[in-house]
């Protein structure tokens, strides 16, 4: 008797994978504009002026950052969802697999493991952040953004997403690229090692990038914290924001 394939699995495998790639493409992407506060808060009003449409239509439409945010929020729902299927769906599921973890001491199952615990964080830290951009699309600029995360102590939420997220995304790329990669069964020991290192190195970069970001954000904010909600001024000939 024939038996019909079921495709599902491997289908919704691939969403998986194509989902969590966008998500890391974003937040590398977010990364850099992110850091355009270290070149100053001209260069911050510029990026920001920028994704609310102003360079483009004449005037900011925060609604578009709004509508980014939403788009991503659906985005990172997809990704969880899908990846929920695999993770231990019961307690007995939970111990067999903690005791694998002991026994076997396989590193790609020990990065599996932090990349579910580090999911499961990120799917509220993440969502809280976006939420934020979601309903204050017109609180971001180089004064806006620093008194939220110094005065509103929203570096409380900032710090730890800046870890979590990279540590995530990091190994998210390195699963990615072994489990699709063009890899023979003879080569992929060595790619994995040298994929591993090239992942540990990017990881590193942006977490001292965000860092660097977040630490400048929070100076300023402590400087500024007495006019708190006061906008940061465009030179003369734009406007302020």
Known sequence: ???KLNRWPARLDLLQSGSGLLLVLFIW????FESSILLGKDAMLWVT??????HIFGKPYP????????VLLLLIALHALLALRKFPASYRQYQRFNHHLASVRHMDTTLWAVQVITGFLLFFLASAHLLVVLVQPDNIG???????????????VYAPLLLIVHVHAGIGVYR?????????????GLWRGRIRLALYCIV??????????????????????PFAGERYMAPPGTEAH
Not at 63 to 70: N, P
């Open 176 to 188: 990615l690229a072994m489990k699709w990669g063009p890899f023979s069964a003879a080569t992929s």
């Open 142 to 156: 180089p004064y806006a953004s620093a008194d939220r995360i110094w005065s509103g102590r929203f570096w409380l």
């Open 204 to 225: 590193a970069f942006y977490l001292c990038l965000g860092t660097a970001s977040l630490v400048t954000y929070m100076r300023i904010g402590a400087e500024h914290a």
């Open 49 to 54: 002026k920028m994704f609310e449409g102003e």
């Open 1 to 3: 008797m024939d038996h």
């Open 29 to 32: 992407g977010h990364m850099f």
């Open 63 to 70: 609604v578009l950052v709004s509508a980014a945010a939403a």
